[in-house]
């Protein structure tokens, strides 16, 4: 008769594709019962926005659907986000298992609509997350999430006083232009600087959090150095736009982000190429092509995927409504959710092996 030991030894062969170890050896194969020919388990993923679900769904059915006496097979698929590791010197937030900065060589590449679609694209999969804005020159995400109005409520605990971050689109959002006049330009010297970042690091109730995406302000400055020296983080990525063929650019971040010690994940290439909404079968390359394609090569990192230009993508910016949400099936709704998954997979990586 087949037992539990017989049917973890037939699942053992198959491998999460992106640790390439054994879903028996991870622990992701759970709650094994076969009861009258009906074989059920838990499949625990490392992540709800799991690339290759499915992939891996099959290849366990697979595995099993010939065992003596297992008739129908029914697999449950949960996720437990792994904590990122500790490093010396660097003070986590509570509750929150993994950071990932969004940035960018220069400006208006468009690294916060990057930010605000990964972070809600996560969030549409069932993770928990929160957007920290540290782009304090030009704070957009709140009105990208739709909450240009909303106000952060200060309230008294054990830590002192702690921010209550604004909530939209499944996203908990803190930001610098929730505490500034937008229309004021401030001028931030770095000890200030520092001062707001570790503020809106440890001094807000962020809960429990499986992903925190930052929006890091353009370039290689005082922002990206504090963030890197207080917090231990998942990895950065880099978002850049094929005419910024951005490789001078994207080399200084990458170099920065390696002295300082932060993984870069990858890179994303932003208003890759437009199609116009009136002839969908056109494609125009308006910023040249294969740009990011070839920094990523010669930097060394993996290629996230390529975001088109898209109307409905500055539309949702400029409405409150993400694109994802917006225009769940348009094609820049479609790269985001997949880069969105792609930098969640790397992340399990780095916090698994
Ligand atoms: N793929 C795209 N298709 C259409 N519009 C886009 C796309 N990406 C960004 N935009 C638009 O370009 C403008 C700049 O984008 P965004 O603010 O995200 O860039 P940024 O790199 O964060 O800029 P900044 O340096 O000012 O913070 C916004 O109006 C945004 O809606």
Request: charged share 25%; proline share 8%; with cysteine.
């Given at each position: 008769m087949t037992d539990t030991n017989t049917i973890l030894e037939a699942l053992r062969p198959v491998q999460d594709?992106?640790?390439q170890k054994s879903l028996v050896d991870l622990n992701m194969i759970r709650d094994v019962n076969l009861?009258?020919?009906?074989?059920?388990?838990?499949?625990?993923l490392t992540t709800p926005a799991c690339p290759l679900k499915e992939m891996i769904v099959d290849d366990c059915k697979k595995a099993v659907q010939d065992l003596p006496g297992v008739e129908t097979v029914d697999v449950e698929v949960t996720s437990e986000t792994p904590q990122q590791?500790?490093?010396?010197?660097?003070?986590s937030v509570p509750g929150v298992k993994n950071i990932v900065a969004v940035s960018s060589g220069k400006g208006g590449v468009g690294k916060s609509s990057v930010a605000v679609n990964l972070a809600v694209s996560l969030a549409q999969s069932g993770a928990k997350v929160g957007l920290?804005?540290?782009?304090?020159?030009?704070?957009?995400?709140?009105?990208?999430?739709?909450?240009?109005?909303?106000?952060v409520r200060v309230q008294e605990s054990e830590k002192g006083e702690v921010l209550e971050p604004a909530f939209n689109h499944g996203v908990k959002?803190?930001?610098?232009?929730?505490l500034i006049d937008p229309d004021q330009p401030v001028v931030w010297r770095g000890p200030m600087l520092n001062g707001v970042i570790r503020q809106f690091l440890y001094q807000v109730n962020w809960g429990e959090l499986d992903y925190m995406v930052v929006d890091l302000p353009p370039g290689t400055g005082d922002a990206q150095l504090t963030l890197a020296q207080a917090v231990p983080m998942s990895g950065a990525v880099i978002v850049t736009t094929p005419q910024d063929v951005s490789l001078m650019d994207a080399r200084?971040?990458?170099?920065?982000?390696?002295?300082?010690?932060?993984?870069?994940?990858?890179?994303?290439?932003?208003?890759?190429?437009?199609?116009?909404?009136?002839?969908?079968?056109?494609?125009?390359?308006?910023?040249?092509s294969g740009g990011g394609e070839k920094a990523a090569k010669e930097l060394n990192v993996p290629l996230l995927g390529?975001?088109?230009?898209?109307?409905?993508?500055?539309?949702g910016g400029d409405s409150g409504i993400p694109i994802v949400i917006s225009h769940p099936?348009?094609?820049?709704?479609?790269?985001l959710r997949a880069i969105a998954q792609q930098v969640a997979a790397k992340i399990s990586v780095v916090a698994l092996t």
């Open positions: 594709p992106e640790l009861d009258q020919g009906a074989l059920s388990f838990k499949l625990v590791k500790s490093i010396p010197d660097r003070e920290l804005d540290a782009d304090i020159y030009g704070p957009n995400a709140p009105s990208m999430l739709g909450l240009a109005d909303a106000k959002l803190v930001s610098m232009g929730f200084r971040g990458l170099k920065m982000f390696e002295q300082l010690g932060v993984n870069v994940l990858g890179m994303i290439e932003n208003m890759s190429y437009f199609i116009p909404p009136d002839l969908p079968d056109r494609r125009y390359d308006l910023f040249g390529c975001i088109p230009l898209e109307i409905s993508l500055r539309e099936n348009s094609a820049s709704a479609e790269a």
